[in-house]
Structure formats: structure tokens, C-alpha cells
């Protein structure tokens, strides 16, 4: 597998308030910039999104895509693995999210991604941290002033 990437922010939220706002994938279009069109094609017995496809615009990179998810059962982490895609060959990726005692969370998104594309390694690393940079930040903006 490819090289993963690894970044954390720290999030004024609860856990559970960060998972809500990770498992509501109809709403990314409003604050995920590079997130245009969103589908839940099935989710699982307690109707958690499992399989959910993605039209991705990121400039450099446009992607239709669908990953499948698994939720952890303590609400404290995600993992995702993409089953179709156009550019990306392969992609893995999760959310660890681990309560402070001051009422944040920290939050560590880990993402691996390998493209159909030949792409030089330290360019597809450099994209690697914009998108995981990209996405903690609009995360954080979207929980810590959405409550």
C-alpha cells in the first residue's frame, strides 16, 4: 500500500458532536469546498452511512468515487476503504477522535491515497497534507460554529 499521511487538530466539541457531524454526508457540500455532489448508497443496520459515492472537484484532482465505512462501536473512530474510482486506485483513511479533559477532542485524520495517474511522491505528499490540512480545518470551522 502507499505511504500514509497523518495530521490532529483540536476540536472545542464532544466526540460525539465531531462523529455527527464526520457521519452526516448529505451535508459536505455546504463545507467541504472540494466536496461537490454527495450519495449515501446504503447504510448500515443502525443507519449509519456505509457505502457512500463522492463527485470530488479539488482543483488538481477530480475525482467520482465511493467508499465503504466502518464505524467503530464506541463512537471514538471511522475507517473508510474506496471501492470505485476514476483516478484514485486506492484510498484509506480514518478519523481517531480522543477526548480531552477540558471538554475538546483532539482529532487525527490518517489518509493513504494512491492514484491511477503517475504522480512524483513528494508532489502527491505535498497533496496529501493540503487535503488532510484543508479538511481538519473545515472540520473544525464547521463543528465549532455550527453548535
Known sequence: MVD???QSIVIKA???EIMDVIGDFAAYPEW???VKEIEVVEQTSDGKPRKVG???DAGVVKDVYVNVY???ADGLSVSWELVEGKVQKAQHGSYR???LPDGSTEVTYSLAVDLAIPMIGMFKRKAEKMIMDTALKELK???????
Open 4 to 6: 500514509q499521511s497523518t
Open 14 to 16: 464532544s466526540a460525539a
Open 32 to 34: 467541504a469546498a472540494a
Open 54 to 56: 463522492f463527485v470530488l
Open 70 to 72: 466502518d464505524w467503530a
Open 97 to 99: 477522535l480522543a477526548p
Open 141 to 147: 470551522r464547521r463543528v465549532e460554529h455550527s453548535g
